[in-house]
């Protein structure tokens, strides 16, 4: 009798494990991950959040939810605590304002929901609270920089250093951004230090071109003296409100701007002339592509994404994402496709 009733118990047992391994698998085969992105509007969040949802898909997802927060912090927490509810198994979130670090992680925590940050970190006081996708924002920031000081003197463009400025445009609201313009003024001070008198000064703006343009075109009318510009940008955006903004002044035949991304710059580069003469590529397919393979390994397999890059004194650590500079000379051949 006391053989059966162990039998019992323990066919009972196995019969519950087999359930939990079911619901388990049953989970695997039925991933849902949800993307939420700052500014669908925007071509990089266009290519890096479809490259994402191919990748999740090829790797045995089910469903990638793409959302648009649209640079809107109300709209972003609806979205997030509206993913959370439907029980997705991962979030991929660009915040439109890093403000929102710990609440999104404290969510995605008590919800027991794995979360990564694609180009702009989730942090607070400088540490960082999750798993993220950066651009190595200060070197690629001088890249841009050099790439201008290079350009700049090749070209023997400065003949009168008193009526000659620089500009970099900041984000200085996104921690990611913040690097990218002091890497290139880093440059651009060191390599033009024979040219005291040709003026520095910074703008700040949201990431957006209209806003990039209202800015540089207050700032090139609060400095009237100013007839040749060089411009940096934190992202293509910057950069192409810049180039507008200087075509209505009139000034865009002497000047040259430089963006990052590549995404815009390109259009630019297939006109007869424009100011954008230059930007730091990045691939955004890379991006969507190594952000979501992290996320399913970390669905699927358990491994905690971009572990390996966890720095001393920080929760986590950043996986590097690179970029070449392109021009109108070789834009093509080092963009391939996706210059068309």
């Given at each position: 009798?006391?053989?059966?009733?162990?039998?019992?118990?323990?066919?009972?047992?196995?019969?519950?494990l087999c359930s939990v391994v079911s619901?388990?698998?049953?989970?695997?085969?039925?991933?849902?991950?949800?993307g939420i992105y700052k500014a669908l509007?925007?071509?990089?969040?266009?290519?890096?959040?479809?490259?994402?949802?191919?990748?999740?898909?090829?790797?045995?997802?089910?469903?990638?939810?793409?959302?648009d927060a649209r640079m809107n912090p109300d709209t972003y927490m609806s979205a997030l605590e509206n993913v959370i509810a439907q029980k997705v198994d991962g979030i991929i979130v660009c915040v439109p304002d890093q403000v929102l670090s710990r609440v999104t992680v404290e969510k995605c925590k008590a919800a027991g929901i794995p979360v990564i940050a694609d180009d702009d970190a989730l942090i607070e006081n400088g540490k960082k609270l999750a798993p993220s996708f950066?651009?190595?924002?200060f070197l690629v920031g001088k890249e841009m920089?050099?790439?201008?000081?290079?350009?700049?003197?090749?070209?023997?463009?400065v003949v009168d250093q008193a009526s000659t400025g620089y500009l970099a445009l900041t984000m200085l609201t996104v921690n990611s951004c913040v690097p990218r313009s002091e890497g290139s003024i880093a440059a651009w001070k060191a390599g033009m230090a024979d040219s005291p008198k040709v003026a520095t000064l910074t703008a700040d703006y949201n990431g957006e071109a209209a806003k990039?343009?209202?800015?540089?075109?207050?700032?090139?009318?609060?400095?009237?003296?100013?007839?040749?510009w060089f411009v940096t940008a934190p992202n293509d955006e910057g950069a192409q409100g810049a180039t507008r903004a200087l075509e209505q002044a009139g000034l865009d035949k002497k000047a040259v701007v430089v963006g990052l991304g590549g995404y815009l710059a390109k259009d630019e580069f297939k006109k007869s002339y424009s100011a954008f003469k230059a930007s730091a590529y990045i691939d955004p397919v890379t991006d969507g592509e190594t952000v979501a393979t992290a996320m399913m390994n970390w669905i699927k397999n358990g491994k905690e994404a971009f572990a390996e890059y966890k720095q001393p004194g920080q929760d986590f650590g950043m996986y590097p994402l690179g970029a070449k500079m392109v021009t109108k000379e070789n834009y093509r051949a080092t963009m391939g496709k996706a210059a068309d």
């Open positions: 009798m006391k053989k059966c009733v162990r039998m019992a118990a323990i066919l009972v047992a196995a019969a519950a619901a388990q698998n049953a989970k695997k085969d039925n991933i849902q991950i949800a509007d925007q071509v990089w969040f266009q290519d890096t959040s479809s490259a994402a949802e191919k990748t999740a898909l090829k790797l045995g997802a089910k469903k990638y939810l793409k959302i950066e651009l190595d924002a920089g050099q790439w201008l000081v290079d350009y700049v003197k090749t070209n023997k463009l990039a343009f209202d800015v540089v075109a207050a700032t090139i009318t609060a400095n009237p003296r100013i007839k040749t």
